[in-house]
């Protein structure tokens, strides 16, 4: 009778555990069974440090939520520090959790000291935190105007190459030659127009009706000729 007894009682040890996760369902975490939320996890990929940021950035990142389906119920926050100030400022806060954010950074000074971080706060209160993982640059658009009057950005040429802006003279860097801007023409009949047996080569384009001809030897010094033909604008290149 000791025998079956402690027989009896083994059975009882052995399979009344599982007896309780059969009675409970899907399997649970220990959070889940004590009803405490996890707190959420948050990574920031960019800007991650390093980058040189001219104008703005679209700020990313991933968070996620181990509670179920908490993932779009994160709120996110976002700030900025330099490393002279050791108080973070606020970019933007309350946001979706959507990865990305648009940061316009033209109304800050320059520096190359510069981080950014993310929080990502669930509906319980908990939150999580990363930053960038070295500082990253914010510097000012660098842009001239060349003789035609188009625009270049250089600055990626001037921070990151060292070059100086003013070598740029015709957006094309230092060792830009200088193109032949709204030439004068030769008509037939001008002092200078070439006899119909000349032998020099040219260029010939027509427009609209309207007839040029760029002859080959200034091309060949000059190699760009920016002109307004027929009512187009056009670039003659040799």
Avoid at 95 to 107: E, H, K
Avoid at 124 to 142: M, N, Q, R, T, Y
Avoid at 149 to 175: C, E, Q, R, S
Wanted: net charge negative; proline share 7%.
């Amino acid at each position: 009778m000791p025998i079956l007894t402690k027989f009896f009682m083994l059975i009882l040890i052995v399979t009344l555990p599982a007896a309780c996760s059969e009675d409970s369902g899907n399997p649970v975490s220990l959070n889940e069974e004590e009803g405490q939320a996890a707190a959420p996890l948050v990574s920031l990929s960019r800007p991650d440090g390093g980058e040189t940021i001219i104008d703005s950035v679209t700020i990313r990142w991933s968070a996620s939520d181990p509670d179920e389906g908490e993932n779009s119920l994160l709120k996110i926050k976002l700030d900025y520090r330099q490393e002279s100030d050791p108080m973070w400022q606020p970019i933007e806060s309350n946001l979706a959790n959507s990865g990305y954010y648009f940061w316009d950074t033209s109304n800050l000074p320059d520096g190359n000291d510069y981080l950014v971080r993310v929080t990502a706060s669930d509906l319980s209160g908990l939150s999580a935190v990363d930053s960038s993982k070295s500082f990253f640059s914010i510097a000012e658009a660098i842009i001239i105007t060349d003789r035609t009057g188009v625009d270049w950005d250089i600055t990626h040429a001037v921070l990151n190459y060292g070059m100086d802006k003013n070598d740029f003279n015709y957006g094309l860097g230092p060792d830009a030659i200088e193109p032949v801007i709204s030439p004068d023409y030769l008509s037939t009949g001008d002092n200078g127009y070439p006899p119909d047996n000349a032998s020099e080569r040219v260029i010939g384009i027509a427009i609209n009706g309207d007839t040029r001809a760029y002859p080959i030897t200034p091309l060949a010094h000059h190699e760009v000729v920016n002109d307004l033909v027929g009512g187009s604008h056009v670039a003659v290149t040799y």
